[in-house]
């Protein structure tokens, strides 16, 4: 592993020593400040019933500055993508650009390298046709379906997830699709197929459709049982399905999908499935998986762990024992139970521990469940429990959140937070935590195909552990990341750090100074 | 009046996929076909557990058997019923019997409805509009706003009727926030980890006013067995029998278990599983309207009181599920195959309330009657074939058993009951 020279390097925060030397008991509660009326952000996810879901937004770096921009849904407003301006520890500050994504009915974005040309390109999921959009480079992009033999369909797509098939050039996509939206009398049971859109050459075959299909929400190929070979976990929202589940597939090069089965060891889980979020949170190497839902969210750990031998994908729900089922609002005087929508694990506090994030809103105005649903920021303690945080941390917002994001946009080594809404303004917050411990962010980058190493695990070892991260493109409410990894090192000033590459090349520990930022290339 | 033009249905089983709009032009298909879209309600409403789906057909059909009852000499359940006060009569005039259910089913539907997301509302609203259109046409404007009238005040009735029952405001889903569990082995534990069921559903359920069985005096399911964990007793038993069973389904008994598991949220709810046997049976017969809506309003009303003497005895018993006490006393690792509902166990609220309704169906269509039921073909379960009604009521119980979440006594004593229950539905004058 070939580590470059940091990107950007900051001073340790004034009250780091402080908190090092004496970690404290409980979490530290991070402080974030709104700064959605200075930052430049403005965009409204638009729409009636065709957009109750989606409304994701995505961080990706579209002009090669090492900061992340933005690309925001609009449903029935044109996607907006704003371009970040923020000097490193200072406000945030963005810009919207014109792009060539202006596209209306727009419910999420994903950015993804498809041709390997190092410059993001996006993929647009639509209430209609999908787009594939080819970076050109300084914030522009320009629709490709034609070029690269994309069927963007018509559907209402809704979910998104990318791999690089062993030994092949260009990515497989999967596009989960919902409700077929012209059954106006009799919508339940119309769930539409999800595509699985792989590789022919330089270009996209067409879409092999997934069978059977139960409107899928999130999708994420993730290696849950560190084979080498990711599977495609989908969440589908059972509100619209009829004999459906959440999904496991098995997406094994050359061979066509199959689901996994309850003979391996898959449990039938019936939820309304609505965004993933990985993490391997308790570091034993394989991922947990938080998957959103309403009035019930589930935290899912392997069941077993076996000693030898390969993993059963027999899941279990430890939600409500880690205090992560955030099922109904903590602040305010609505008690009916919540709606969850986008997850991601961060750690917001740079303790070494992973936090959770949860977007939280009414589908539209359902009055059995909360109208009044606060975000919420669960921090991880160091027994593996959550507690939340969200109002103590300044993020418990009430808007009709969909998507969102955490990614560090000033550069200061603190996550930051969009949070996308319906029918409102999106909002930002930037992380003004005073006390936060070491960190390191750390981007990967190859040689084409799979320039950002979609696939590869990232370890940081620490004193009595090693957290990892999996590098993904797919999972939360039609957005998700692409770009840096963060960890949060606590105390540490330094840490070793390797890469398991895409194809299970297996770098070698390097020490790496702490509060910096890092791009890692595989030799 | 009876419509001049009666288009044919398609001959699709009720519970396949939605009739086409141009079928439910006739009051029975007009019936028929919104009550299509109230089982799929019932499925996609948060707050329709089996013990509020139930009330919700009760009243359904008690407004859609009112309605058409006036028009044709057919006894009102006024009197007959606990609380119920006479119902506005058909003014004179030429009325469109469509139109008129279309009204009560429009109005009704919205009032138990009412917080159905917006997919639902959604449905609703183009049920009113396309289908309302659609009766509309070739009906003179004094016969449709006449009848649309009386639909509507017949619903009113019913609806002002309903709010007083006790069941009309279900708040957390009905899970209450509070619930200082008693103490004693033989009581009920949640079995979830979803945090609104650490409470039990409906605590206050039996409270309810029912529509034939006496107030204040709920048919019971008599007393379940003594509770013990000494190997010997007959608790243990019947523990045993669901381990052991458990350890030994045969994939009939696994088909049974799945078919009447009827989930909240997942299905129509067992209930509205009855519902739509009626429905079938009532398709397949090409039932007229009036019979139509005495039936359903007879299930409904079945089911409803059903529910509400079940959860007097499971309030008062509240025993353990074998989910606990398996893994207390016999297994510690053991599964049952289904999702064990959120509430105590005894009696099972499926066997009570199917033992209502096949005493009712039975008296509706007679002894003997053969059926095959195809409520979950969407879901991809294959259809059953019953002997009759009592077969499947039987079937019911005994799936609870195959499906780990109640012991034997309290099926059995479930299902006798609901007859019980039925009884006084079967006591009601509707059609003489």
């Not at chain 1, 030994?167 to 197929?193: E, K, R």
């Not at chain 2, 009303?301 to 025993?319: P, Q, S, T």
Request: aromatic fraction near 10%; include cysteine.
């Amino acid at each position: 592993m070939k580590i470059l020279a940091p990107i950007l390097a900051l001073l340790p925060l004034a009250a780091h020593s402080e908190t090092a030397s004496q970690p404290p008991p409980a979490p530290l509660v991070p402080s974030f400040t709104e700064a959605t009326a200075t930052s430049g952000v403005n965009q409204i996810y638009a729409g009636d019933w065709e957009y109750m879901v989606g409304g994701g937004v995505s961080t990706f770096d579209c002009n090669a500055d090492a900061r992340l921009d933005l690309i925001i849904a609009g449903g029935t407003n044109p996607a907006k993508l704003f371009v970040n301006n923020s000097a490193p520890g200072g406000d945030l500050a963005f810009v919207e650009t014109q792009s060539g994504l202006e596209q209306t009915a727009v419910l999420g974005a994903y950015p993804i390298d498809i041709d390997s040309d190092t410059i993001p390109d996006i993929v647009l999921l639509r209430q209609g046709e999908n787009e594939v959009m080819r970076g050109l480079g300084n914030c522009k992009f320009e629709r490709a379906n034609e070029a690269w033999g994309f069927d963007g369909g018509k559907a209402w797509s809704a979910a998104f997830a990318a791999t690089w098939e062993k030994g092949q050039s260009w990515p497989t996509l999967a596009v989960g699709n919902y409700i077929d939206a012209t059954q106006d009398m009799f919508p339940w049971g119309s769930c539409t197929d999800n595509w699985l859109h792989r590789p022919d050459g330089l270009k996209f075959a067409a879409p092999t459709p997934l069978k059977p299909s139960f409107c899928a929400l999130s999708m994420l190929f993730s290696d849950w049982n560190r084979s080498g070979t990711p599977s495609l976990r989908i969440a589908n929202d059972r509100e619209y399905y009829k004999g459906g589940q959440e999904q496991l597939w098995h997406i094994d090069p050359g061979k066509e999908p199959t689901l996994y089965t309850d003979k391996e060891g898959w449990k039938r889980l019936r939820i309304w499935g609505m965004g993933i979020a990985s993490y391997d949170l308790n570091f034993d190497g394989f991922p947990e998986y938080f998957v959103t839902s309403m009035a019930d969210n589930k935290l899912q750990t392997l069941a077993e762990i076996p000693t030898d031998g390969a993993a059963k994908p027999t899941f279990k729900d430890v939600a409500f024992p880690k205090h992560a089922i955030a099922q109904r609002p903590y602040t305010g005087d609505d008690l009916n139970p919540s709606t969850g929508w986008h997850a991601q694990f961060e750690d917001v506090n740079n303790d070494g521990l992973a936090d959770l994030f949860i977007a939280k809103g009414n589908v539209d105005a359902m009055p059995d469940f909360a109208l009044k649903d606060p975000n919420n920021l669960l921090l991880q303690r160091t027994d593996g429990t959550f507690e939340e945080a969200g109002d103590r941390a300044g993020v418990a917002a009430m808007g009709l959140s969909r998507g969102a994001a955490l990614a560090d946009f000033n550069a200061d080594g603190l996550v930051d937070l969009v949070v996308v809404n319906r029918r409102e303004p999106a909002q930002i917050w930037r992380n003004t935590t005073k006390s936060a411990s070491h960190w390191l962010d750390l981007t990967l980058t190859q040689t084409a195909p799979n320039t950002d190493a979609i696939g590869a695990w990232v370890e940081v070892k620490m004193p009595d552990h090693i957290q990892r991260r999996e590098i993904t493109v797919g999972g939360g409410q039609a957005g998700g990341n692409l770009g840096p990894v963060h960890f949060g090192l606590g105390t540490l000033a330094q840490a070793e750090v390797r890469v398991i590459w895409p194809d299970g090349t297996q770098g070698a520990w390097e020490m790496v100074k702490a509060d910096a930022s890092y791009r890692l290339e595989k030799p | 009046m009876q419509r001049r033009h009666f288009l044919a249905l398609t001959g699709a089983a009720f519970a396949l996929p939605a009739l086409p709009l141009h079928a439910a032009t006739s009051p029975s298909d007009t019936l028929l076909t919104w009550y299509k879209l109230v089982l799929e309600l019932v499925r996609h409403t948060a707050t329709y557990s089996p013990p509020v789906a139930a009330r919700a057909f009760g009243y359904l059909g008690l407004a859609t058997y009112e309605a058409l009852a006036s028009g044709t000499g057919a006894t009102s359940l006024a009197g007959q019923i606990n609380g119920l006060t006479a119902l506005p009569a058909r003014p004179d005039g030429v009325y469109d019997d469509s139109l008129v259910l279309h009204a009560v089913m429009s109005e009704t539907a919205q009032t138990f409805f009412g917080n159905t997301g917006p997919t639902g509302q959604r449905a609703m609203a183009a049920m009113r509009d396309k289908l309302g259109a659609k009766l509309h046409e070739g009906v003179a404007e004094d016969v449709a706003a006449r009848s649309a009238a009386f639909g509507l005040s017949v619903a009113q009735h019913i609806e002002a009727y309903s709010k007083n029952d006790g069941g009309a405001d279900v708040e957390n889903m009905g899970f209450p926030r509070d619930w200082p569990p008693p103490t004693g082995p033989e009581y009920w534990m949640p079995t979830s980890t979803i945090v609104q069921q650490q409470a039990p559903l409906l605590p206050a359920w039996g409270e309810n006013r029912p529509f034939a069985m006496p107030v204040g005096a709920p048919c019971t399911a008599g007393d379940p067995p003594i509770y013990s964990e000494e190997p010997g007793s007959e608790f243990y038993k019947q523990a045993m029998e669901v381990y052991d069973t458990s350890k030994a389904l045969t994939d009939e008994q696994k088909a049974i278990a799945r078919f009447w598991s009827d989930d909240p949220m997942l299905s129509p709810t067992p209930p509205g599983h009855w519902i739509s046997i009626t429905l079938q049976i009532l398709h397949r017969d090409g039932t007229d309207a009036l019979r139509a809506a005495d039936a359903l309003a007879r299930v409904g009303m079945a089911v409803n009181d059903g529910f509400i003497a079940c959860w007097v005895d499971k309030f008062h018993f509240n025993r353990i599920r074998p989910l606990t006490y398996i893994r207390r006393v016999i297994d510690k690792t053991w599964e049952a195959l289904l999702i064990t509902p959120p509430f105590p166990e005894y009696p099972s609220g499926h066997s009570t309330q199917s033992g209502a309704a096949a005493v009712v169906l039975t008296a509706v269509f007679g002894e003997n009657f053969a059926f095959d039921d195809a409520t979950h073909a969407d879901d991809g379960i294959k259809p059953r074939h019953f002997a009759d009604f009592n077969a499947a009521a039987a079937e019911a119980a005994m799936s609870r058993l195959y499906g780990g979440i109640h012991f034997r006594a309290a099926n059995e004593n479930g299902l006798r009951q609901g007859a019980e229950v039925g009884s006084f539905i079967n006591a009601l004058k509707t059609l003489v």
